[in-house]
Nanobody, 117 residues
Framework: HVQLVESGGGSVQSGGSLRLSCVAS?????VGWFRQAPGKEREEIAT??????RYADSVKGRFTLSEDVAAHTTYLQMNNLKSEDSAMYYC????????????????WGQGTQVTVS
């Protein structure tokens, strides 16, 4: 298991940008970013694993996920933010399930709030 710490959230105007960071205490197989707004289900928005990165349609073209492997850190660059992006953002460290990234038994960070007005 690893511990995860997110940072970088805050309040920004529509059209603005934020960069979230997720620092893990050790190596990870894959890392995903999720978000959850009040009254809504948790949404997986971006994941990085040995096969590359993938994004939810809701953020594709606006968000970019990158990683510094040596620092056990992933970054979520969020551009052209919209009010509907307002949510608590979480990163999670997934595990290999026969070579596929699985978050079924993931380790989670405490979350960082993003508010877009």
């Amino acid at each position: 298991h690893v511990q995860l710490v997110e940072s970088g959230g805050g309040s920004v105007q529509s059209g603005g940008s934020l960069r979230l960071s997720c620092v893990a205490s050790g190596e990870t197989y894959c890392v995903g970013w999720f978000r959850q707004a009040p009254g809504k289900e948790r949404e997986e928005i971006a994941t990085i694993d040995p096969d590359g990165t993938r994004y939810a349609d809701s953020v594709k073209g606006r968000f970019t996920l990158s990683e510094d492997v040596a620092a056990h850190t992933t970054y979520l660059q969020m551009n052209n933010l919209k009010s509907e992006d307002s949510a608590m953002y979480y990163c999670a460290a997934g595990y290999s399930d026969y070579g596929q990234c699985s978050f079924e038994y993931a380790d989670w960070g405490q979350g960082t709030q993003v508010t877009v007005s």
